[in-house]
C-alpha cells in the first residue's frame, strides 16, 4: 500500500483504462492531461491508431485539454492487454448493453476481467466504472479476477467501484468536474482509489461499498427513466384534452421548490438510461421483488414509437393520406440534441415502423451522416434543401438540434410533426406529440 | 371591466374567499395585510369565530402578518353566504377529496359554487383554487355559477382556476412569495385576475386556459407522487440487498444536474400528494386512456402500511415476540415533520393495521394531541418518558419531528423500527426500511 501511495504522491504512477470509448477516452484525457501516464486498452485497433496519431474522436473532450495531451504525451494506447503489468491502477470502463430479451450483457465486463487477471501484479488498483446490477463487484468481477490473477483481493489488490457519470453534450460539467462516487471493498482500497482518482476528478464522494456506488448510478437514471416515461404519458393523455404538455411544463417550473421538469419526446435513448433499470430489474428478481415502477416505465418506453407512428399517421390523415406510399422525412437521429449518437434511438425505431408499414423514409442529421435502424435498415442522412422539404408528404421533429433552422423548415414543408416542441409558433401545418 | 379595474387600483375592492383552511386562510390574510378588504366565508361557525376573535388556527400565517391584519381590521368572517354580493372577487378555496373508492369527491366545489351563484353579481371576478382534474372549471363550475346566477361568464362575470401550492411548513414559500399560475376564460378575465391576485402574490404566471391551469397542479403533484413511491420501492429492495438507501440517496445528490432527491418513508400523507393525482386517473378514462405510472404509483403506495407492518412484525420477530400482545409505541402521526395535520398520515393506516393483529397502540405527537385512524380507533399522544420507552417491546419513528431526542429515544428503547432514517448512529436495536 505505501509503494502505489508514494507512486501516487510523486505521479510516477501509470494508469490503464480498458474501454476507449465516450467514458474511458474523457477518463483517459483527464489523468492525462494532468501529467499521469496513461495507457489506454481497446480491442478496436482503429480507436487505438487514433489514440497513438493524436486523434480525438470524442465531441465532449475539450480541444485544449486533448492539445495538453500531445504536448506532454502522456497517453498511448493499445491493443495488447500484457501492458497491464506495467499498470498501478487499472480502469475498466466497457460498455454493458441488454441483450434482444433486455437482459444485462456482462461480455464485454467477463472478457476485460479475464484479460487484466492473465497481466494483474500484486499491489494493483482496479476499479469498474460500467453501469450495472448492485453486487456485480463483489460477486462477479471479484471471483473472475482472483480465478484469472491468482491474487487475492485486499492483500494483494485492491477492488472498487466508481460509476461513471458522462453526459455526452453537457457544456457545463465534463468528467473533471463532476463528482464522482467511489466505493471500495476495503478501506485501504477507498484511500488508495480516492487518491489516484484526484489526479483526473475534483472531487470524490466516498460510499461505504462498491454495491452503493452500483445503486447511486442505478438509482440516478432510474429516477431519468420514471419521470420521462411519466411526461410521455402526460404529454399523449394531454393531446387527447386539448392541453398543450410543454405550456404546463413552463408553468410548473415556476414552483420554486419540490419540482423538476423534464419533457416529452419521441421515447428514451442512449446508452443509459434504456438500460440500467433494467439491470436493477434483473438483480431484484433474485431477491424475489418485482420493481413495478421500473417496468411500467418500461411498458411507456416500449410503446412510444407505435404511438408516435400513431401520430403521424393522424397527421397524414388529415391531408388524406396513408403512411402507405408517402415520402416522410425525419430530421434529427440523434438520440438528444447536439451529439453524434444514435445509439437506441427512438427515432431509428420510428423509422422502423413507418419503412414496415410501406413509408418513404428519408433522414437528415447533421451530427450522422449513416445509421442503421434495428431492423436493419440502412440509411444515409439526406441534404436539407427547399425542394426536399417540398416533396415530402411529412417532416418530423425526431430530434431538436440548435442547428436546424425551424421556422425555415415549417415554411417550406406540407406537414410537420413536432415530437420536440421545437415550433415556437402556432400553424396549421404543425401537428405535435 | 374598467370599474373592477378601478376598484383594483385604488384598493377599495372587497375580496371574498370561501374555504378558510390551510389555503384559504393564508390567502386571506395576504390579502389582508396588503390593506385589502377580505371577507371569508366558511360553513364551520367554529372558524368564522376563531378568525372574527383575532385567533388564527394556520401554523403557516407568519405571527406579524397576523398582527398586521388585526391592526388593519381588513379581515371578516362569515358563515352567511349572501355577503357574497357586496364581493368584486369571490376566490374558492374548498377542499375535494376522494370518496372511500377514491374517485373525486365534488360536493365542497358544487355546494361553493351554489351558494356563490345565488349572491353573485354581475362584474364579479370568481377563481378557483382547488386542485381538480382539468377541464373541471370549464365543465363543471362554469354552468353551476351560470345556472345559479343567471348571469354569463365572458359579459356579466369572469371565470378563472389558479391553483394553490400551499406547502404546509415550508418556512421559505409561503402564499405571498410561491408564484401563482393563473388560467382564465377570457384575456379580460385574465388581466382582472393578474391584477387582483398581484395584491396579495409577489409573481403571477398567466397561462392560456383554466385546464392548462388545473394540469399543471397535478403535474406538480403527481411527479412528487411517482417519485416518492419510486423511492419507496427502491428502499424496500435495498433492504433485501443489503444497502443502506439513504446513504445511495446523499450519494446520487452530488450529481450537479439531472437528479432530485425524494426520500423514503412509510407512504405518502396529507391533502395533496395522496390526491391529486387520482383526480387526473378518473378524467383520463372519459378519455379512453390508462395512466399506467400514476396507476402504480398508487399501488406502490397502498401497499406501503402493510410493508411497513411487515417490517414491524420482522423486527419484533427477533425478539421472539408477535405483534399480538406486543406494545407499540408510534412517533409522531402527522404525515410530515413539524406540522399538525395527520390527514391520509400513514402512520394511522399502519396503526389500524397493528391494532388489528392484537398490538397494543399507543402514538406520541408534540403537534397532535388526539387522532382518530381511517379504521376509526381514537387514540391521544401519550406523554413521551424514559419508563414508557423502556415498557414498550417495539418504537416505531413514522414522523421525524425535529423536536425528537432520537439518542435518548433509541438509548431508553428495546427496539427500534426506524422509518425516516431518524436515527443516524449505528445500534443492534434499531431496524431501518
Known amino acids: 500500500m505505501q509503494k502505489i501511495l508514494e507512486k501516487i504522491n510523486n505521479n510516477t504512477l501509470r494508469v490503464g483504462i480498458v474501454g476507449l470509448g465516450y467514458v474511458g477516452l474523457p477518463l483517459a484525457a483527464s489523468f492525462a492531461a494532468a501529467g499521469i501516464r496513461v495507457t489506454g486498452f481497446d480491442v478496436s485497433e482503429t480507436k487505438v491508431a487514433k489514440v497513438n496519431a493524436g486523434n480525438n474522436y470524442i465531441l465532449d473532450i475539450r480541444p485544449e485539454q486533448w492539445s495538453k495531451v500531445q504536448e506532454l504525451k502522456t497517453l498511448t494506447a493499445s491493443a495488447d492487454f500484457a501492458a497491464i503489468a506495467q499498470c498501478d491502477a487499472v480502469i475498466i470502463c466497457v460498455p454493458t448493453p441488454l441483450d434482444l430479451f433486455h437482459k444485462p450483457d456482462m461480455r464485454f465486463i467477463e472478457s476485460a476481467c479475464r484479460e487484466i487477471g492473465k497481466y494483474l501484479q500484486r499491489g494493483t488498483f482496479v476499479s469498474l466504472e460500467s453501469t450495472t446490477y448492485p ?197 434529427g437521429v440523434a438520440y438528444k440534441p447536439d451529439i453524434d449518437d444514435e445509439r437506441e434511438s427512438p427515432a431509428l425505431k420510428i423509422m422502423d415502423i413507418v419503412a414496415g408499414k410501406g413509408g418513404e423514409v428519408l433522414y437528415h442529421d447533421p451530427f450522422v451522416p449513416t445509421c442503421t435502424t434495428p431492423g436493419g435498415r440502412g440509411y444515409s442522412s439526406v441534404a436539407l434543401t427547399s425542394e426536399l422539404l417540398q416533396s415530402c408528404d411529412c417532416v418530423v421533429f425526431t430530434t431538436n438540434h440548435s442547428a436546424f433552422d425551424v421556422d425555415w423548415i415549417v415554411e417550406h414543408s406540407q406537414l410537420v410533426v413536432d415530437l420536440r416542441n421545437a415550433v415556437k409558433v402556432g400553424s396549421d401545418k404543425v401537428y405535435k406529440l
Open 135 to 331: 453486487t456485480t463487484t463483489e460477486h462477479f468481477v471479484l471471483p473472475l479476477l482472483e480465478e484469472a490473477s491468482g491474487l487475492k483481493q485486499g492483500t494483494d489488490f485492491w477492488l472498487a467501484f466508481s460509476p461513471e457519470r458522462v453526459d455526452p453534450g453537457n457544456k457545463i460539467y465534463d468528467t473533471r468536474n463532476t463528482p464522482k462516487v467511489l466505493g471500495a471493498m476495503t478501506q485501504a482500497g477507498l484511500t488508495i482509489g480516492k487518491a489516484i482518482y484526484s489526479k483526473a476528478i475534483d472531487h470524490i464522494y466516498a460510499v461505504s461499498s462498491p454495491r452503493v456506488a452500483e445503486m447511486v448510478k442505478i438509482l440516478e437514471n432510474t429516477y431519468r427513466l420514471v419521470n420521462i416515461s411519466l411526461i410521455n404519458e402526460m404529454a399523449l393523455l394531454s393531446g387527447k384534452m386539448d392541453i398543450d404538455i410543454w405550456e404546463v411544463i413552463e408553468a410548473a417550473k415556476t414552483k420554486p421548490y419540490g419540482f423538476q421538469a423534464f419533457y416529452p419526446g419521441p421515447g428514451i435513448g442512449g446508452h443509459c438510461i434504456p438500460l440500467d433499470p433494467f439491470y436493477l430489474e434483473y438483480i431484484a428478481k433474485k431477491f424475489n421483488f418485482d420493481l413495478t415502477m421500473i417496468h411500467t416505465a418500461g411498458h411507456i418506453d416500449m410503446l412510444m414509437p407505435h404511438r408516435v407512428t400513431i401520430k403521424i399517421s393522424t397527421a397524414l390523415n388529415r391531408h388524406k393520406k396513408p403512411i402507405n406510399g408517402s415520402k416522410i422525412l425525419f430530421l
